[in-house]
């Protein structure tokens, strides 16, 4: 179980979307103010591809990213193994690597993205969005770790924030002593070797998990999931 039937369909859609856009923009007068034709919310591979397409475009864009860029392929653990069929898209060629590690693949994607100096503005969330009475969007956007918000006009507002960004967490309140031993993604399976983990749910991440800390020497794996069987994975 990998993910990148995910990450290969996220690719294709970024780009298929910022197509649709710039069909739409052609369609509409400009309004007044200078507006970005396009803001995307997400650096993700959807953010990536559809910025790659907007530049090709010609599109006046920016995208903001409350973490950093590609921070849904950083979060993914230590050493996994990525595998597709290389998936053209405009001005690199190939946003892809061959089979590879998340490294690999991390380290080719931040090559193109500063090869092509796509605007992109890290640790920056998007707060809020309205359509105005002209027809644009007005976006405030904020840094993550405080200061005061800013506002963004755009004709179009993309959103390709994923699902990894905030993830589903306990809902029980945890004492101080153990909230240091509650994780919500694994970044490298060997910390876990010689201890008993409780993997909570059973979708293809937590079934990925549980096969990865299985692994690990004097590991012990228990799994705890509400439905009655194997119905979510794949």
Same mark, same amino acid.
């Given at each position: 179980?990998?993910?990148?039937?995910?990450?290969?369909?996220?690719?294709?859609?970024?780009?298929?979307?910022?197509?649709?856009?710039?069909?739409?923009? *052609?369609? !509409?007068?400009?309004?007044?103010?200078?507006?970005?034709? %396009?803001? &995307? =919310?997400?650096?993700?591979?959807?953010? $990536?591809?559809?910025?790659?397409?907007?530049?090709?475009?010609?599109?006046?864009?920016?995208?903001?990213?409350?973490?950093?860029?590609?921070?849904?392929?950083?979060?993914?653990?230590?050493?996994?193994?990525?595998?597709?069929?290389?998936?053209?898209?405009?001005?690199?060629?190939?946003?892809?690597? *061959?089979? !590879?590690?998340?490294?690999?693949?991390?380290?080719?994607? %931040?090559? &193109? =993205?500063?090869?092509?100096?796509?605007? $992109?503005?890290?640790?920056?969330?998007?707060?809020?969005?309205?359509?105005?009475?002209?027809?644009?969007?007005?976006?405030?956007?904020?840094?993550?770790?405080?200061?005061?918000?800013?506002?963004?006009?755009?004709?179009?507002?993309?959103?390709?924030?994923?699902?990894?960004?905030?993830?589903?967490?306990?809902?029980?309140?945890?004492?101080?002593?153990?909230?240091?031993?509650?994780?919500?993604?694994?970044?490298?399976?060997?910390?876990?070797?010689?201890?008993?983990?409780?993997?909570?749910?059973?979708?293809?991440?937590?079934?990925?998990?549980?096969?990865?800390?299985?692994?690990?020497?004097?590991?012990?794996?228990?799994?705890?999931?509400?439905?009655?069987?194997?119905?979510?994975?794949?």
């Amino acid at each position: 179980v990998t993910g990148l039937p995910l990450i290969k369909n996220a690719i294709l859609q970024g780009a298929h979307a910022v197509t649709r856009i710039a069909e739409a923009a *052609k369609k !509409s007068p400009a309004p007044p103010g200078n507006p970005l034709d %396009l803001l &995307i =919310v997400g650096a993700g591979p959807a953010g $990536i591809s559809a910025a790659l397409r907007a530049k090709e475009l010609g599109l006046s864009y920016e995208v903001v990213e409350q973490g950093t860029v590609a921070q849904s392929i950083q979060s993914f653990p230590r050493g996994k193994l990525v595998f597709d069929q290389p998936i053209d898209l405009p001005l690199t060629g190939k946003l892809w690597l *061959k089979e !590879s590690t998340k490294e690999e693949l991390l380290s080719h994607w %931040l090559r &193109i =993205v500063r090869k092509e100096q796509l605007a $992109i503005t890290p640790d920056t969330r998007m707060t809020a969005v309205k359509r105005l009475e002209d027809g644009t969007f007005s976006v405030v956007v904020e840094p993550r770790e405080g200061g005061p918000p800013e506002e963004r006009r755009a004709r179009f507002v993309l959103l390709a924030i994923g699902q990894r960004g905030t993830p589903r967490r306990l809902p029980i309140e945890l004492d101080p002593e153990v909230e240091s031993r509650v994780h919500y993604h694994l970044a490298d399976a060997r910390s876990f070797a010689g201890k008993h983990v409780l993997v909570v749910g059973l979708g293809d991440v937590a079934m990925e998990t549980a096969i990865a800390i299985s692994r690990q020497p004097g590991s012990e794996v228990s799994l705890l999931y509400r439905g009655e069987d194997f119905s979510r994975g794949q």
